[in-house]
């Protein structure tokens, strides 16, 4: 069998960050003139990826893996001092904002602030723009409208409701009777303000994200195979997941007991309903998916052996012990795409509980899978540079992983023996241990944390699965990056182009 997908045939480097660590000055990483610095780093490294994680607007807990959208961007991205060049802001709309502490996202002061200030930007919007400006803005809400609507709806039903889910909003619970009433809740205005803050995020992502690829840099996306149960996605077509009359769930996803966590995780997502789909040709997917080729070069796809078979948990479970292994859509769904998408160039996170069947579907899709260093060195010698293969993307750890540093002193002295041996180094640097093995690897494509380029510990690190709280904060900073780049660019250009990675 021709796999489907073969795009991955050139050998590259890149840096996974995600946005909301980038240096800047108003709390929470943006994508305005920081980033567009931090682009310049990576040319200048000899990097042609930057990978990302989801970037759907989040809510409890902050990870970007739990969003209200699978297609709506989070308005904490949008760079306020770009609208303060723009006057739609004054300098005095961002004093609060810039007494932040630079290295860690401060949620709480962003969620109390930096809405009365996209506010704030909106209205002066309103106001005073432009004809043409309120046309750009008209054509964006009719290009997007089969999502954007929803989503407007959603979210201000959302603050009506004081952020509760939508199951338990009383008389909106149902869409379609929900779009009646919404009319007459006094809601427009503010359905029209979410509106604006999406053109904004696309209209400052897309300029980001053209000024990357004009210096060779694509940009890895991610979108997690699940939705969030409190989702627009949701609400809106409860008929596409296993849902009950009621709107209660039969079931919800999650992994069983593994590596990251003895009781397993329960993520508690909405799992599909794989029939419904099918009989639609997969039209959400595909609409899905297109949304994503909008925004990223690359998607990596997480938790792939989903598709496969997912893990179904019962929906009053307190932990993930209890489970079954239900079967996914199987090629099925990727004949569709690539039907639909012939130069799709998709990555599938095929990590956790690995089956022959699995790896039989990643190989009929032919789309590269993940390898992570810090596994091999545990035991799972798979990982490990002498046993890579060249279809694959390579990390020394992922952002559900510790930093090397942190992983290392972690480990039992035979870990640490077996690395020091593997890579014939004293083990006092660690994280660039990693990168030149990564360097060297078979794996076409190498990915290394922004925390491991500066050596960094555990106190950076990005998230701990299962852990509901103190994720997602860390951030970067200016100092930091220029160090690196004094420093480091140059070494890292040397081995890009030592290992073909130019």
């Known amino acids: 069998m021709i796999p489907l ?5 050139h050998r590259a480097a890149g840096v996974l960050l995600h946005p909301s660590s980038l240096p800047g000055s108003t709390g929470i990483g943006t994508f305005g003139r920081e980033a567009g610095h931090f682009v310049d780093f990576l040319a200048e490294a000899g990097m042609k990826y930057w990978q990302v994680c ?3 607007p989040t809510g409890f807990g902050d990870s970007p893996y739990q969003c209200f959208s699978a297609f709506a961007g989070n308005p904490y991205f949008i760079d306020l001092e770009t609208l303060l060049a723009r006057n739609l802001l004054e300098e005095r709309d961002l004093a609060e904002l810039w007494r932040l502490p630079a290295d860690r996202v401060d949620y709480g002061a962003q969620w109390v602030l930096r809405w009365q200030i996209l506010k704030k930007a909106f209205r002066t919007f309103v106001s005073n723009a432009s004809r043409t400006e309120k046309n750009e803005f008209a054509a964006f809400k009719k290009a997007k409208k089969e999502w954007l609507d929803p989503y407007t709806r959603f979210i201000a039903l959302k603050g009506k409701f004081e952020g509760r889910s939508w199951q338990l909003w009383p008389e909106f619970r149902h869409y379609a009777k929900a779009k009646r009433l919404i009319a007459k809740s006094g809601l ?3 359905m029209e303000a979410q509106a604006w803050y999406q053109f904004q995020f696309f209209q400052h992502w897309l300029a980001l994200k053209t000024y990357a690829n004009s210096r060779d840099i694509q940009i890895c996306g991610d979108i997690p195979i699940f939705v969030a149960m409190d989702s627009a996605d949701v609400w809106t077509n409860p008929a596409l997941f296993q849902m ?5 769930p039969s079931g919800v996803a999650g992994v069983p007991p593994d590596y990251f966590a003895a009781d397993g995780q329960l993520w508690g997502n909405p799992l599909y309903d794989w029939q419904k789909h099918k009989a639609t040709g997969y039209a959400w997917w595909l609409a899905r998916l297109k949304a994503s080729f909008e925004l990223y070069d690359v998607v990596r796809v997480d938790h792939f052996r989903g598709f ?3 893990c179904k948990i019962p929906p009053d479970a307190l932990n993930a012990r209890e489970y079954e292994w239900v079967p996914g859509p199987g090629l099925d769904l990727f004949e569709t795409i690539k039907a639909e998408f012939p130069e799709a160039k998709l990555v599938a996170e095929d990590l956790g509980i690995i089956t022959d069947s699995v790896r039989g579907l990643v190989k009929a899709v032919g789309v590269p899978g993940m390898k992570v260093l810090q596994f091999g060195f545990e035991g799972a010698t798979d990982y490990l540079p002498h046993n890579g293969i060249p279809n694959s993307l390579l990390y020394p750890g992922t952002h559900d992983n510790d930093t090397s540093w942190g992983w290392f002193v ?14 014939r180094a004293p083990g006092d640097a660690v994280p660039w241990d990693m990168i030149r093995a990564g360097y060297a690897s078979p794996s076409r494509l190498f990915i290394v944390p922004m925390q491991d380029l500066l050596s960094l510990g555990s106190e950076a690190r990005m998230n701990t699965p299962g852990q509901a709280v103190g994720n997602w904060q860390w951030r970067l900073t200016r100092h930091q990056l220029d160090n690196l ?4 660019a140059g070494y890292l250009k040397e081995l890009a182009k030592l290992y073909e990675r130019d």
């Open 308 to 310: 496969d078979g997912y």
């Open 188 to 190: 427009g205005d503010e």
């Open 54 to 56: 989801p970037l759907g």
């Open 5 to 9: 997908f073969q795009w991955l045939q």
């Open 485 to 488: 780049w004094n420093e480091s």
């Open 410 to 423: 972690k480990q039992p002295e035979p870990v640490k023996d077996f690395f020091r041996r593997y890579l």
């Open 244 to 248: 009950d009359p009621d709107l209660k």
